[in-house]
Each structure stands twice: as C-alpha cells, then as structure tokens.
C-alpha cells in the first residue's frame, strides 16, 4: 500500500512542533528554576562571636568608622558592626535579596534589601539592625534574646529561621576571638571605651581635690613643668584615696567560651558608686579623670593585670606610672615584702600615707613596665599599650553609664 506523502509531511511536521514545544517547555522550566529556585534549601543566621552580642562593642562603635570584629570570610556584604549575619546563596547574578529582622528589647524592626553580584555564590550578609542604644547600656547582666529573621531571594520567600543569641552584660569588655578560620583576633582596644572623661561624676571628684588645696586648679600640660603636672595626678589619687576606694577583684564573667575571651569590668559609673576597683576598674577610671583635665593617659596591660601611664609633658617625652590597686587599703607588704612598709605607715597623717603610697605606687608600676617593656610593645596578645588619645578616640568613644 502507497502512504500518501503529504500526510507523512503532516505528521512529521506535527513531531517537530511537539520537540519543539516540548525542549521550550523544559528551557523554560530549567530558567524558572535557575532563577526562582523553588527548590533553595534556604538561609542560615551566623555570627562571629559563638552566638554572643556584646553591648561594649556596639555603643563603643556607633559613631565611628572602627571595625574590629572582623568577618573571617572576606567577601561580605553589609555592616559588620550590627554583629547579625545571614549565609545565602545567590540565584543568578545580580540576585534581589530582602531582610527582614523582627524587634528584640535591643532593637527594633528592620528591612534591609541587597544585591548579590554573582551567581551560584554563597554570600555572608549583615542586615542593617537599628539597635536600642539604652536597653544595651543598661543590659548588666547576660540574657538570651531570640532574634526572628525572614528572607526574600528574588521575590521568593525562603522562609522565617529563629536563632537566640546570649546579650551579654556591658560590663564584658572583649579581649578577643577566635575565628571560623582558627584565626585569633585581639580586641584590647575595647578598654578604651569603659575610660569615660565626659562623666557628670568627674566634676563632683574634681571639686573634692581642688577642696584639699594640693592644687588651685587644674591646668594640664599649661604650665609646661613636669612636676606641676605630677602634683594634679597626686590631687586626684589623694582625693579618690580620701573617698575610701577598696580594691575588689572581681573580675570574671558567666560567659564560657572557647570562641571569645573577656573580662569584666565596672563601668565608670559602678566604680564611682560602689566605691570598689579592681586593676582594670581602677585604670580605666583613673585614665578617665587624667583625660578630663588634659592629661593624656595610657592603659598598660600584662597577663592578668593592668596599670596606668600618663605623660608628664606634652612631647610625650617623659612617662610615669601608676598601680591604681594601690588606691584602696592595701597591705603594702605584698607589693614590697622585702621593704616591710606596712610598720612605717602607723601614727602618719592621712595626706603623708596617701603620699608615699602615691610614690609606691609608681615605683611597682614603673618597674612592672621596665619588666614587660619589650612585650607591651610588640603586640603580642595579652599585652597592651593604649594611649587614649584622639586617633583612639576616632575608633573607641566611651560607654556612658
């Protein structure tokens, strides 16, 4: 039997037209998936810091261009300082990305939107977060907070992921951190933010030692003579000695972490009230009325221990030191035991102790420095020498409180 040749040309064009609709079919659902991925397992909320928030970090920060917390991954996108961030990957380049981050009591709602450049690349973004600056200056103890995140890649929704972070208290001054690389990271700098020279309380302070007539007033580096600028350091460690400052070394935080490193310490607030120091309190208190009156300071810190520098002159070419524990009632036989001070100090007058203490002090202090000195100065962890001058200020501003 003959087949008719054009019925064979009908049907083989009528195959072609199905392949054809059928490969637009499968390119059109391949680009739906390439562009939309339905199929997008999602987004996950990470941090640098092992789940915790620091409130020091954030309010030290605010105001200033400083970035310390550095992300391990280098191609990030957002701002690093809001210390909440996202992993997703992209769909096609120049993907749409949206962020939404619900209210906490330490910020409230937010909407960020991002372009990610590339396709296929898993990015780290950091959504803007609008943070309550009081609720984490008057945060003094660690409280977990649940921070509610949904995201939007190209108009699809992947969905609300919840993750709770510890707030720590704004006593927890960060030293450093560890990496997702193993990468320590040293964040002594963050002391300079509990030095507080624009405290209310420093007048009242202030007032006391003009009071005990050491000095007339306080003048700096204006009189250009070293001494003069060593009697107003005496005024302000007589007076602060005259309040009854004890030395307190509560120092540790509830935080256990083999990520983040810390230390507590009071703010200049606390320590005025409490009448309490420790190193760390009584130095970063201390360097707070010394940059008051113009005098510019310097924390020195070794393992486990801090004291405090100050410049006698403006050149910076002469520098004397302080151990502020020694504020407190000390016994002097642990700083000099071979000395055996503590005898000689019965039947003085208050000013004549609180004078030779003021010379001790500076003594174990300076020798404590002339020990280290190679070590504070090669920035090495643990070490530290840290003017409060003005390019630290353009970095760290103090904490309030």
């Known amino acids: 039997m003959k087949l008719d040749t054009g019925f064979l040309q009908k049907v083989n064009k009528w195959k072609l037209a199905s392949l054809a609709f059928l490969a637009m079919i499968v390119i059109m659902i391949g680009a739906y998936v390439y562009r939309y991925e339905p199929f997008n397992q999602g987004f996950e909320i990470t941090d640098e810091l092992g789940g915790n928030i620091f409130p020091v970090t954030i309010l030290s920060t605010a105001t200033t261009d400083a970035n310390l917390i550095v992300p391990s991954d280098s191609g990030y996108i957002g701002n690093p300082k809001s210390c909440i961030a996202i992993r997703v990957k992209s769909g096609y380049s120049n993907s749409k990305l949206r962020i939404e981050v619900g209210e906490t009591p330490f910020f409230s709602r937010s909407v960020s939107e ?21 609720a984490l200056r008057d945060n003094d103890q660690a409280v977990p907070v649940s921070v509610s995140i949904q995201v939007y890649l190209n108009k699809r929704d992947l969905g609300n992921n919840i993750h709770t972070f510890s707030m720590r208290s704004i006593n927890e001054c960060l030293l450093g951190y560890i990496d997702s690389k193993m990468k320590f990271h040293d964040t002594g700098e963050f002391f300079a933010a509990y030095v507080n020279e624009d405290n209310p309380n420093i007048d009242k302070i202030l007032r006391d030692a003009l009071d005990t007539r050491i000095v007339n007033r306080f003048w700096g580096y204006q009189s250009k003579d070293p001494q003069v ?12 000695q005259k309040r009854g400052f004890k030395y307190s070394s ?43 009156i113009n005098i510019n300071p310097i924390l020195v810190r070794t393992p486990g221990h801090m004291f405090v520098g100050y410049y006698t002159d403006l050149s910076k070419n002469d520098i004397h030191f302080l151990e502020t524990t020694m504020i407190g009632d000390v016994n002097l036989d642990d700083f000099f035991p071979e000395e055996k001070l503590d005898s000689t100090m019965i039947g003085k007058s208050q000013e004549k102790v609180s004078a030779f203490m003021f010379e001790k002090s500076k003594e174990y202090a300076t020798k404590m420095y002339q020990n280290n000195k190679e070590k504070i100065h090669s920035g090495k962890a643990n070490y530290l020498f840290l003017e409060i001058d003005k390019a630290t200020r353009a970095h760290i501003q103090p904490i309030g409180k």
């Open 114 to 134: 991002f372009i990610l450049p590339e396709a296929n690349k898993e990015y780290l973004v950091y959504p803007d977060i609008v943070w309550n600056y009081n």
């Open 229 to 240: 600028v060593d009697k107003q350091v005496y005024a302000l460690w007589y007076v602060l």
């Open 250 to 292: 509560i120092s540790n935080s509830s935080l256990s972490s083999n990520v983040v490193f810390t230390q507590r310490v009071r703010t200049f607030d606390d320590a005025f009230e409490s009448a309490q120091i420790n190193c760390v309190d009584g130095s970063a208190l201390f360097a707070s009325l010394l940059k008051a």
